[in-house]
Nanobody
Framework: QVMLVESGGGSVQAGGSLRLSCATSRITGCMGWFRQAPGKEREGVAAISLSTYYADSVKGRFTISQDKAKNTVYLQMNSLKPEDTAMYYC????????????????WGQGTQVTVSS
């Protein structure tokens, strides 16, 4: 079992920045961030293994990273837009290959991000 706890969400104006953190019991070979807005399906935002993977909508604005010494995965979000408003979830995938289209095995409870215009 992999435990995941997200933090760092909040409310910010458009153009602002937030950094989400995901404290985990262990970093697996593939860690990811997903989001779900009200009335919409969950979508992959970013994932990291030996490579990084990003949704087209966040490329150039979001950066995923991990600190294995701290068992923490981060999502730095810059130039935030109102359409980035969603609940953000950290997830762990136990097996290769990695990618946003893959099934993830363990999920956190989420942290809310709200971007106002």
């Amino acid at each position: 079992q992999v435990m995941l706890v997200e933090s760092g969400g909040g409310s910010v104006q458009a153009g602002g920045s937030l950094r989400l953190s995901c404290a985990t019991s262990r970093i697996t070979g593939c860690m990811g961030w997903f989001r779900q807005a009200p009335g919409k399906e969950r979508e992959g935002v970013a994932a990291i293994s030996l490579s990084t993977y990003y949704a087209d909508s966040v490329k150039g604005r979001f950066t995923i990273s991990q600190d294995k010494a701290k068992n923490t995965v981060y999502l730095q979000m810059n130039s935030l837009k109102p359409e980035d408003t969603a609940m953000y979830y950290c997830a762990a995938r136990l097996y290769w290959p990695c990618g946003l289209e893959r099934d993830f095995d363990h999920w956190g409870q989420g942290t809310q991000v709200t971007v106002s215009s």
